[in-house]
């Protein structure tokens, strides 16, 4: 179920690369990361160094020490690597490409699950735990279609959702 989107997927490569572009996350950089290995590891784990600053496009960029984010399944934050550019001074922080920014769940999770509410139509008893966090990624998908893709749209809210994955968008977000 909703294996389109395992890690090294190049739906989800293609979503990072187009997420980079984006006016709104310009500051964040996807790796491909194993969160267990990032938790094991702590500050240890051997986090790649981007080439060069995605705001002004300086050469060099400095470790600028980490930021706590939290992910499901991990009962403490995990400690991310955040870089420095010394010429236009924007931070960027490092983020595994499994996981959307500013959402704890990874992209199969969020996908498994609005998949199984829309086909059976329950979230069923195994997906009790965060229900209202489950409600509220299939209303903010619903709206996104209506506000990007129209109510003509006839393909479904579950290829809406892998649409908008391939435009580099975040389809459970806020609009």
């Given at each position: 179920?909703?294996?389109?989107?395992?890690?090294?997927?190049?739906?989800?490569?293609?979503w990072?690369?187009?997420a980079?572009?984006?006016?709104?996350?310009d500051m964040?950089?996807?790796?491909?990361a194993?969160?267990?290995?990032?938790?094991?590891?702590?500050?240890?784990?051997?986090?790649?160094r981007?080439?060069?600053?995605?705001k002004?496009?300086?050469?060099?960029?400095?470790?600028h020490g980490?930021?706590p984010?939290?992910?499901d399944?991990?009962?403490?934050p995990l400690?991310?690597?955040?870089?420095r550019?010394?010429n236009c001074?924007?931070?960027?922080?490092l983020?595994?490409?499994?996981?959307?920014?500013?959402?704890?769940?990874s992209?199969?999770?969020?996908?498994?699950?609005l998949?199984?509410?829309l086909e059976?139509?329950?979230?069923?008893?195994?997906f009790?735990?965060?229900?209202?966090?489950?409600?509220?990624?299939?209303?903010n998908?619903?709206?996104r279609?209506k506000?990007?893709?129209?109510?003509?749209?006839?393909?479904?809210?579950?290829?809406?959702f892998?649409w908008?994955?391939?435009?580099g968008q975040?389809?459970?977000?806020?609009?």
């Amino acid at each position: 179920m909703g294996g389109e989107f395992s890690q090294n997927s190049t739906a989800l490569k293609r979503w990072a690369s187009k997420a980079r572009t984006n006016f709104t996350i310009d500051m964040i950089h996807f790796v491909a990361a194993v969160l267990k290995d990032i938790f094991e590891h702590g500050r240890d784990y051997p986090w790649g160094r981007p080439d060069k600053c995605f705001k002004c496009g300086h050469y060099k960029v400095w470790g600028h020490g980490f930021v706590p984010r939290l992910f499901d399944g991990f009962s403490s934050p995990l400690l991310i690597k955040c870089y420095r550019c010394p010429n236009c001074c924007c931070v960027i922080t490092l983020r595994p490409v499994s996981h959307f920014s500013r959402i704890q769940s990874s992209i199969e999770t969020i996908r498994s699950r609005l998949q199984h509410r829309l086909e059976k139509g329950r979230w069923g008893p195994f997906f009790t735990l965060f229900t209202s966090r489950y409600r509220h990624w299939l209303s903010n998908l619903r709206r996104r279609i209506k506000a990007y893709l129209t109510e003509k749209w006839s393909q479904g809210e579950m290829a809406a959702f892998d649409w908008f994955i391939t435009q580099g968008q975040v389809p459970v977000s806020v609009i």
